[in-house]
């Protein structure tokens, strides 16, 4: 029964790490669309985009792939905060490189719900994430 006892200890921070992860995807879920000049989250569930649904959720697991990295290299809840803003940041780069550099007309590709557009979006916000959470191990 000490063994039980002893697990869950931990409770307590897995709670706040975890609700504090959940606030940080909704922040996201509210910031990443005022970033970008198209609406994902009104093309999606509007217009059934899928082009929109796949740009979206690749910047959503991108996000999630580095928060991930943030919680369990993170020495206290504010520096998990303060990286979870980081993996923020790196997926609104992430966005202004695609649309700047690599694929210039990506908002109208995706406001036209061209797959492609979408594929490559999401391909380069999950892995931007993934270096993101490499590079937050410290």
Not at 14 to 35: A, D, E, G, N
Not at 67 to 81: C, K, M, P, Q, T
Not at 87 to 98: D, N, S, T, W
Request: charged content about 10%.
């Amino acid at each position: 029964m000490d063994a039980v006892t002893h697990s869950l200890l931990g409770l307590g921070n897995f709670s706040l790490y975890f609700f504090s992860s959940l606030l940080l995807l909704l922040i996201f879920k509210f910031v990443y669309p005022l970033i970008t000049p198209h609406d994902e989250w009104k093309l999606v569930k509007e217009e059934k985009s899928s082009a929109a649904a796949i740009g979206l959720i690749g910047a959503v697991l991108g996000f999630s792939i580095a928060l991930g990295s943030a919680a369990s290299n993170s020495v206290s809840i504010l520096d998990f905060w303060i990286w979870g803003a980081v993996a923020l940041v790196a997926q609104v780069i992430a966005f202004g490189i695609v649309r700047f550099v690599f694929v210039p007309k990506i908002v109208q590709r995706i406001n036209d719900n061209e797959i492609s557009a979408g594929i490559v979006l999401g391909g380069f916000s999950v892995s931007v994430g993934i270096l993101n959470a490499a590079c937050m191990t410290y």
